[in-house]
């Protein structure tokens, strides 16, 4: 059953993202039909868990009422591997950023954690973070396109403001480009697809705007 549960979410992400006009959306979801035509198999993976992990799975599977991409995921978490960074936990942002962030790949190189799906080209995965919890200023050397599954949330690139985002939306981030994201007063269901160099990990780096989080919560999409 998890086979079927594994097409069916390829399936719906690919269309959401075909939806967006950004070219680099489109290309993914071209490729992720083209990995569920050739879906023969899927990766037995060690059972994985984080803190945060029930509150945005119930949240997730509110979303499922009316968002058929928020069902098949919720359909498909069961499956999923479940961690948290071990260089973010080594030093972490802040004393709860532990308790309230994990991440999961669902396709991916042999080189990352455990995956349903191997592929060396691209790797895509869920992001979870529990309410009002900061991410902060990181960069990395993959492009990648998030995928607001569930919302409100808040987003910034490099120095830039905060702008506020809602559910079913696509953020792209090219490479190494600084960005940030804070959940809203909900446990807030990311899925992302990163695409380049994929071994080299996401890192924090220094944030002159880290203190002020005030224009993060004002916008029209807030709680």
Not at 2 to 21: M, N
Not at 204 to 219: K, R
């Amino acid at each position: 059953m998890t086979l079927t549960h594994l097409s069916r979410f390829l399936q719906c992400f690919a269309d959401v993202l075909d939806r967006d006009e950004n070219p680099v959306a489109k290309a993914h979801a071209k490729r992720l039909r083209t990995l569920r035509k050739d879906l023969s198999a899927i990766q037995q993976v060690p059972e994985g868990r984080v803190p945060v992990q029930a509150s945005c799975e119930a949240e997730l599977h509110a979303y499922g009422a009316q968002c058929p991409l928020a069902r098949s995921l919720s359909e498909l978490m069961p499956a999923i591997h479940l961690t948290r960074s071990k260089s973010y936990l080594a030093n972490p942002p802040s004393a709860d950023f532990g308790n309230n962030y994990g991440y999961g790949v669902i396709c991916g190189p042999d080189s990352g954690p455990p995956a349903l799906m191997k592929d060396s080209d691209i790797s895509f995965g869920l992001m979870l973070l529990g309410p009002d919890t900061h991410y902060p200023l990181h960069s990395h050397p993959a492009d990648e396109v998030y995928y607001t599954v569930t919302g409100p949330s808040s987003w910034r690139v490099g120095k830039g403001a905060w702008s506020p985002r809602t559910d079913g939306e696509i953020i792209h981030h090219p490479s190494w480009i600084p960005h940030a994201t804070l959940s809203g007063d909900r446990p807030l269901v990311l899925l992302y697809v990163w695409q380049g160099d994929l071994e080299t990990d996401a890192a924090f780096v220094p944030d002159p705007m880290a203190s002020d989080l005030s224009s993060a919560t004002s916008g029209p999409n807030s709680k």
